[in-house]
């Protein structure tokens, strides 16, 4: 399996990198990085550099494409040139997928249309603009797209799109080799677990993104 | 705070980027990645690469310093030069931190003796070479070191971290802003839960390592 991670500048990095812990420790799965140019994109707060070893042109064609969120999506939603490619890579793939807001990318470029999807509980509603259903979850699969919920989700999403692929021995295995037993020492990771005062701190810091 | 991030070759990049996502969420908080010489190193499995921004002699102090696991610790656990840099590193931060092998790092530097520690699973016995205690645990304070266990537990450690520096309501609205509500598709995350043969399995593969 080929798998074409999508980096741009503006990502979080934990949305690609949860992913690619997993995909990479699958035997016979190789994950390509895609960026725009080949070279360093940035992180959202800029103090992380990670590289796109291969530029779009580079990667037309791909078994699965995933797509990050974070802040970078905003110019990216008009950004032909990728909306252009996540479509012609969309062509190809087997699965194609998202994490946290990459899901607003997928819809933009209109690949989400009439499908149920999710994505960072903040941004879910905006899901709609694009003729896709919001439905929350931790991951949500509508034919060939997977979704998943904000930042940490695509860990959970890329174990499950393992066992999909290859069965739940080999999801489990990855799963015990990154030792992925979660343990949070605070249960408020939804909006529907987390004190309300703390759903509204993080609404406000968050509000005009 | 300033956060000093090891970055290296044939690093575990969840290791690192799971408390990073965390830590640059903080107000506040500043993330230093820092590798040998500035640069790009790649990861254990040389499709990912990551930017050093500062090299060792530019980043001698900080209040947190924080060391992944991976393959490319071996090699560095008789490299004078890293185990001199976290030593001094060291004798300047308020919490000196690990996840997954990289508390073997540590060890090596002798910045484990006498301490009670964890890390990944599968090379927890290897501390006592360095005078630790190996006890196991998602993630383990002792004075100012914190071992987390494999991979995946450095996101679990962080939250804990900057709850025990700003306070639980800080850390829950971190946690609600990655929407860390994790939910693997499986529970086999440790060796206590997940099958015998998918155990047996993970020994197996990683034998020899």
Redesign the interface.
């Known amino acids: 399996m080929k798998i074409a991670l999508l980096l741009y500048d503006g990502m979080?990095?934990?949305d690609a990198?949860?992913p690619?812990?997993v995909m990479?420790?699958v035997p016979g799965w190789?994950?390509?990085?895609v960026s725009q140019e080949k070279g360093?994109v940035r992180?959202?707060?800029r103090?992380?550099?990670?590289?796109g070893?291969h530029a779009f042109a580079d990667v037309t064609a791909a078994d699965v494409v995933l797509v990050p969120g974070g802040d970078g999506k905003r110019p990216l939603m008009q950004d032909e040139e990728l909306l252009e490619w996540l479509r012609e890579v969309d062509r190809t793939t087997k699965w194609t997928t998202s994490v946290?807001t990459g899901s607003l990318l997928l819809g933009a470029a209109g690949l989400l249309e009439g499908k149920r999807a999710t994505g960072?509980?903040l941004y879910l509603e905006q899901l709609r603009e694009f003729g896709a259903e919001p439905v929350g979850g931790?991951y949500v699969e509508d034919g060939k797209t997977i979704t998943a919920?904000?930042?940490?989700?695509g860990?959970?999403m890329a174990?499950?799109l393992v066992?999909r692929e290859l069965g739940?021995?080999v999801?489990?295995?990855v799963?015990?080799?990154?030792?992925?037993?979660?343990?949070?020492?605070?249960d408020?990771?939804?909006?529907k677990?987390?004190?309300t005062?703390?759903?509204d701190?993080?609404k406000a810091?968050?509000s005009g993104e």
């Open positions: 979080a990095p934990l990198i949860g690619y812990e990479r420790n190789e994950v390509l990085t360093e992180d959202e707060a103090t992380l550099g990670l590289t070893d946290c960072h509980w931790r919920a904000g930042v940490s989700a860990i959970d174990l499950y066992s739940p021995e999801a489990q295995a799963q015990l080799g990154i030792e992925y037993d979660p343990s949070p020492p605070f408020a990771g939804s909006p677990k987390a004190p005062e703390i759903v701190l993080v810091v968050t």
